[in-house]
């Protein structure tokens, strides 16, 4: 299969999730009915993104482009991709770098996130059928000739034991941080409440931590934060508000809250759902500095870094953990 013949089915595929379809709405449901923090809100906004920021003919002709990918592969390799769950369709981009460098693939789905992605590989195949035995799914992934696995820390030991020995990439546990100067205004923090609460806040690319200059007001980014106040009628989340929040009362430690999400002085880049944690400083270059090479973080939301607001929305060329999948797959 050609290249072109790989981005005309994308594109495909882009029209695909853009109009209205029964099925593929069922399957939407079916997502949220499987795994409750895929609310259809969250489902559909993953969607839109993949649909605008990676399947437009531009944009994949400009990425194919940059890689000098060849019309065809003339010696594929099977990638064994090992998916993540914690937002819909999160382990999409990985798909598609082995998808368009022509790669046979071998899906291992998150049980929390398997219904969007095989009803995706499914509705492809249904076009061309001659994918069916270069996307497969498996339980266990064995007899690859190379590996992209993300998990936890903890998972990343075994994935490191099963797949050091072949080419691969192993992602761990990462998160976001935003780095306030005090001069942000009313809609730079609403766009900072996105990248904070979208998803339930469960994604790599979430922010979990702020710094702030001393003497920071709190008050407008808690106002801010109100747009999301609905999230406590979900009874996931307003079980870790409640739990969290008796956790710091418990523990006789300063808090703020808005009723719907809870801001704590910690200076660990990880915060729970429902929580944000923030540290601040007295020279914002020494933050940054200190930053440098710190393998938790995923990307830093702020001015001069990425924008307020797009945290949430990659583009094909912004890759987890900055390792540039597209130049590992080219040179198997």
């Known amino acids: 299969m050609t290249l072109q013949t790989r981005i005309e089915i994308l594109l495909r595929l882009r029209e695909f999730f853009l109009k209205p379809n029964l099925e593929w709405q069922a399957c939407k449901e079916r997502a949220y009915r499987e795994n409750p923090w895929f609310i259809p809100e969250f489902v559909e906004l993953s969607v839109q993104n993949i649909a605008e920021k990676f399947l437009t003919e ?3 002709t400009n990425w194919t482009r940059h890689y000098a990918i060849s019309s065809s592969n003339s010696a594929p390799k099977n990638i064994g991709l090992v998916m993540a769950g914690n937002i819909p369709l999160v382990g999409f981009h990985d798909f598609l770098c082995c998808f368009i460098t022509g790669h046979k693939i ?11 992605i095989k009803f995706i590989v499914a509705e492809i195949i249904s076009w061309y059928p001659e994918l069916a035995d270069q996307i497969l799914f498996a339980e266990n992934l064995k007899g690859c000739d190379a590996y992209i696995a993300t998990g936890s820390n903890n998972t990343s030991r075994y994935f490191e034991y099963y797949f050091g020995k072949y080419p691969h990439i192993i992602r761990k546990n990462r998160t976001s941080i935003a780095i306030l100067d005090g001069t942000e205004n009313t809609i730079e923090l609403g766009a900072l409440a996105d990248d904070i609460q979208l998803y339930f806040g469960l994604g790599c690319r979430n922010i979990t931590k702020i710094y702030v200059p001393e003497n920071y007001d709190f008050l407008p ?17 307003k079980h870790n508000y409640d739990y969290h929040l008796a956790i710091l009362i418990m523990s006789n430690r300063y808090y703020m809250n808005n009723d719907s999400i809870i801001l704590t002085e910690n200076i660990a880049a990880y915060s729970p759902v429902s929580q944000v944690n923030y540290e601040k400083y007295a020279d914002i270059q020494q933050v940054l500095d200190g930053l440098k090479g710190n393998e938790e973080i995923q990307c830093i939301v702020g001015h001069g870094q990425i924008p307020f607001g797009e945290a949430q929305s990659p583009g094909l060329f912004d890759y987890a953990d900055g390792i540039d999948t597209m130049r590992f797959l080219t040179g198997l």
């Open 58 to 60: 531009q944009a994949l």
């Open 106 to 116: 071998t899906i291992k789905a998150s049980s929390k996130d398997a219904v969007l």
């Open 221 to 237: 980014l808690l106002n801010a934060l109100r747009k999301y106040e609905h999230y406590i009628d979900f009874h996931k989340y």
